[in-house]
């Protein structure tokens, strides 16, 4: 694995990140609050102050459950989404404020892979039309000769061949399908990748595959990753530093290695628990207790406390801060406090 | 009840295209004993889900189970019509699905639902059946389950869904349970409780459990006894230590290797090359040769017979990994 | 659907079944081509654009035919010894001819209102869905309000303003008909939106219009032209209401349906031929229309499932 770099800079830079969603109220709602009677429908806070540096080159695995918020906030790291509060840098400069060249640096820089193979290919377009549609749109090939040759490099670089260019995606397997849109993805030349859940849709064999391929380009490109996943053993293997995720906040950060062997959050230490591991037979199953909270109405304090085996009175009242309990580590947890 | 629970012969299932049939599932046997978990493995297009609906007849055209015994307690399924089929699931032998929001009607209270499976299969007073309900749904972890009891299917959790959907294949303490890639679309902290409960609760009434899966990982933590399926056959099937620790066929050997736990962090996954044949393109042979790096040319002229090994664990295959390899 | 497929050696064939326990999947009605769907579409047009050079006559110009030939009834001759198999009307024109040139107007009118409320009615729910918000809501209060009233009174007021003639009549169906494909159109594009291929195109940094047209447009247009094949009848219908209440198309440039109003004076006196036969070619017409539709239809739903 390649050594974690230490003094190399950031190139995406989340700085107190946060996204509400609110449904627009409707006519009935919007006047009555005219007339001061709280009526507004409720706030929903995906993404809660969220400060984060990703470093050039390495994969920063982002750990979560449904519902908190990890592909919200994939979202805003890719630009799709705007943030509510708070800003997210590229290469130091407020994304927000890019224009012109920059901006399209910081479009084509940043890629998305995404979950769901059977909805992220055009259906209507063919393989080769759906990889060669960048260069055509922003002019990045000198000709009709330069583009075949640039499509069939994408196509071979990630494992296919050259003559699926004129098929349509319903004619691939969802590991196949895959692999185009990484080629899309692949064919402008992104500096950063944040990978969306892009293999939990998969056959297990495939996954291996998919992986292998994603450390392969890495290795090849010297890519930054913000790999999203609610697979934790994918992540292990993959991540140079992992963030979990609960609630819409980050409760953990460390270097992959030490999160595994010493996790310092309740809550990472009920995840890695539940991995199911082919070395357990027949366990006896001791998992963590509670129902993920709505985001529509998180708990007091602590947001993990109703299910935290150690909770004390603390935690019900107020809420820890991430902050940081070793070199490079992150945990927000007031029983680290007491560490 | 001791003895043989279920005895499956040489099942077959087929699905009928313009050019002909295709099996699905391809000769599958294999036999349960009573409390018995038994974990059902495969990939897409291996054909598990296909044998789980097969077992109890839920099978639509154009597919169709044409060859085979299904022996349940002695009594051979495929004999039975619809009528006592009907009588038997949600009785004797229940099945779990993997979309619960599916597998549940909506538009009727849980309560309506799972009274309507008790008094289906016994002349039970409103009122008890209600209070069994309650009382199942407890069991399973829902709280406060006399107000939930009146909520309607989309007013649960995704978690929530599924637990009602143990509960109701609990209710009439069947023989033997069939789930279907329960939760696989569940959160791990969820899918957690939900395998704590399903283990405590067949425990506790001995039910046997076919659990249908991809995951490798549940398999080892539940059951007892492990099969792996193939493009429509069963390769390998025996103990769970047997076949984890030591694998027969490449396929599960590849299985194994390529999850990320088993290998170094960072390091490339030992992966099985090529994707699963389609139903209509099965290689001729062995299916799995294509794939596979010990095929020998005997692979690509004969289907493998079943071989007999220790410990009751079998496999199909010509060029097996030898016995007594640990990992 | 039988597709040969080349035998394959080295792939186990399928189980051949033996006739009887042959699942009767033969059953399954043979799904119709979109290829020979859109060929009756061309028919169709073909022939009321060119049948009209067919014609015996041409009823709108004056000196083919004769005041002294009215209506004559089907089968009789005129003076110049043409047969008229339709009869005349009481202008003397021959019924065919009439008929076929009708149906051309009739043609003309319905297909170019179709194809410009599809073009503007598209348009408006490609904007509608790609961008949402202000705008979304704007465009849909004005398809709202257009489709709040009936489409005949909408055209008759309309036409009341802006008077006589084929433009105008194909004006007013436009008017009426847009708001019925925005919204369709919006309601697919908005599914289409929600799908990752459409943020991953919004992720390379293509345009908005680009997206709409290239991407979102080809993927929903399916259900908007399952409608439009209906909708042209449709526009007809209306075309030839409109002309009989007498606010349609010009006396010069008869349609159809002014045929029939024509005719109807005479219809108490036992000429039956001078408005029943263009009636039924009416008829026939739509008819033929609604089933290319309804194929039309079919094939498209094949081929998205």
């Given amino acids: 694995m390649t050594a974690t770099p230490t003094e190399a800079a950031a190139i995406i830079g989340l700085e107190g990140l946060s996204r509400d969603f609110q449904r627009p109220p409707v006519l009935a709602e919007r006047l009555l609050a005219l007339l001061g009677r709280k009526a507004l429908p409720p706030v929903l806070k995906a993404v809660t102050d969220v400060d984060l540096a990703i470093r050039r080159g390495e994969v920063l695995g982002l750990v979560g459950e449904s519902g908190c918020g990890k592909s919200t906030l994939g979202r805003m790291v890719s630009g799709i989404l705007p943030p509510t509060r708070g800003r997210v840098t590229f290469d130091g400069h407020a994304v927000a404020t890019l224009a012109g060249r920059d901006k399209l640096a910081y479009v084509l820089g940043v890629q998305m892979i995404f979950q769901d193979p059977y909805a992220s290919l055009n259906p209507r377009q063919k393989v080769g039309d759906i990889i060669a549609e960048p260069l055509k749109v922003h002019h990045m090939a000198a000709g009709r000769r330069e583009v075949v040759e640039r499509v069939d490099r994408a196509l071979a670089e990630v494992g296919l061949d050259p003559s699926y260019k004129e098929r349509y995606p319903h004619q691939f397997s969802g590991g196949q399908r895959q692999r185009i849109g990484i080629a899309r993805a692949f064919i402008v030349n992104p500096r950063f990748l944040v990978c969306d859940e892009p293999i939990a849709a998969l056959d297990v064999s495939i996954q291996a595959q998919v ?14 990753y913000l790999f999203i996943s609610h697979d934790l053993s994918v992540v292990r293997h993959i991540a140079d530093r992992v963030a979990i995720m609960y609630l819409g906040r980050l409760v953990e950060i460390a270097p992959a290695a030490e999160l595994f062997a010493r996790p310092a959050h309740p809550y990472t230490r009920a995840l890695l628990a539940e991995i199911p591991s082919i070395k357990r037979r027949r366990r006896k199953f001791q998992p963590v207790q509670g129902e993920l909270p709505s985001p529509l109405d998180p708990p007091p304090g602590c947001a993990f406390h109703p299910r935290c085996p150690f909770a004390i009175d603390r935690c019900r009242k107020e809420r820890p801060a991430l902050q940081p309990i070793a070199a490079n580590r992150q945990s927000a947890c007031h029983l680290n406090d007491q560490i | 009840m001791s003895g043989t629970l279920l005895e499956v012969r040489g099942l077959r299932t087929v699905f009928h295209f313009l050019e002909g049939a295709y099996p699905a599932v391809d000769g599958i046997s294999f036999t349960m004993r009573p409390g018995e978990v038994l974990g059902l493995v495969g990939e897409s297009g291996s054909g598990k889900s296909v044998a789980g609906l097969s077992l109890i007849g839920l099978i639509d055209p154009p597919g169709e189970v044409v060859e085979g015994a299904v022996l349940f307690k002695g009594r051979d399924l495929r004999t039975l019509g619809e009528p006592a089929l009907r009588q038997l699931r949600g009785k004797e032998i229940a099945m779990i699905f ?20 008790i008094r289906e299969h016994a002349d039970v007073p409103l009122a008890a059946a209600r209070e069994r309900v309650i009382a199942a749904l407890r069991q399973v972890g829902i709280t406060s389950p006399e107000t939930r009891i009146d909520q309607y299917p989309h007013e649960f959790s995704g978690g929530m869904r599924q637990r009602v959907a143990i509960a109701t294949a609990l209710l009439n303490r069947p023989d033997l349970i069939i789930a279907d890639e329960p939760t696989t ?21 001995g039910t046997a459990l076919i659990w249908i899966t991809h995951d490798l990982g549940v398999v080892s933590e539940l059951a007892d006894r492990v099969a792996v399926m193939y493009a429509g056959r069963i390769v390998e099937i025996g103990g769970i230590d047997d076949v984890l620790d030591r694998p027969r066929h490449p396929y599960t050997r590849g299985l ?22 389609s139903l209509a393109a099965r290689p001729v042979g062995c299916a799995f040769r294509l794939r596979c790096q010990r095929a020998e040319p005997l692979c690509a002229e004969r289907e493998p017979d079943v071989t007999e090994g220790p410990g009751g664990q079998s496999w199909r295959c010509h060029h097996p990994i030898p016995g007594g390899n640990q990992p | 659907m039988t597709r040969e497929r080349p035998f394959d050696p080295t792939l186990v064939p399928p189980l051949v079944e033996t006739p009887q326990r042959r699942f009767n999947v033969r059953r399954i009605r043979r799904r119709p081509n979109m290829k020979t769907a859109l060929i009756a579409l061309l028919v169709i047009l073909a022939a009321g654009l060119l049948l009209p050079l067919a014609a015996p006559q041409n009823p709108y110009d004056l000196s083919t035919f004769s005041v002294m030939d009215n209506r004559l009834a089907p089968g009789e001759r005129s003076l110049d010894g043409l047969t ?34 599809l073009s503007i009615g598209v348009t408006v729910g490609l904007l509608a869905a790609m961008f949402g918000g202000r ?6 209060r004005l398809v709202d309000f257009i489709l709040g009233f009936p489409s005949i009174l909408v055209a008759l007021v309309l036409l009341a303003v802006i008077g006589r003639g084929v433009d105008k009549v194909i004006l007013a169906i436009v ?16 599914v289409e939106r929600r799908k990752e291929y459409v943020e991953a195109a919004e992720n390379l940094g293509y345009p908005s219009w680009r997206i709409m047209f290239l991407h979102l447009l080809p993927n929903s247009i399916g259900s908007v032209l399952v409608v439009a094949t209906i909708y042209v009848a449709h526009a007809i219908t209306l075309e030839a209401t409109l002309s009989f209440l007498g606010v349609g198309v010009p006396v010069t440039q008869p349609s159809l349906g002014l045929l029939v109003a024509n005719g109807f004076e005479f219809l108490m006196s036992g000429e039956y031929w001078i408005s029943l036969f263009p009636g039924l070619a009416l008829l026939v017409l739509i008819f033929s229309l609604n089933l290319v539709g309804d194929r039309l239809r079919e094939a498209l739903d094949s081929r998205r499932s």
Avoid at chain 3, 135 to 140: G, P, R, V
């Fill in chain 3, 84 to 117: 008229v198999w339709l009869g005349t009307d009481s202008q003397g024109r021959d019924m065919v001819s009439a008929i076929l040139y009708g149906m051309r107007v009739s043609l003309l009118v319905g297909l170019a209102a179709t194809s410009l409320a």
């Fill in chain 3, 135 to 140: 705008i979304d809501a704007l465009l849909m």
């Fill in chain 1, 211 to 224: 992986i292998n391929l994603f450390m392969d380009l890495r290795d090849r490109h010297g890519l930054t």
């Fill in chain 2, 185 to 205: 679309a569940l959160d791990v902290t969820i899918q957690g409780q939900i395998l704590a409960e399903m283990q405590t609760l067949a425990r506790e009434t």
């Fill in chain 2, 98 to 117: 993997q979309d619960s929001l599916a597998a549940l009607n909506p538009v009727l209270t849980v309560s309506e639902q799972m009274v309507e499976a």
């Fill in chain 3, 175 to 190: 008017v009426v008909q847009w708001a019925t494909y925005a919204r369709i159109m919006r309601a697919a594009a908005m």
């Fill in chain 2, 256 to 277: 194994l290797d390529s999850i990320p736990a088993e290998n170094a962090p960072g390091s490339r996954l030992r992966q099985i090359d090529g994707t699963a044949p």
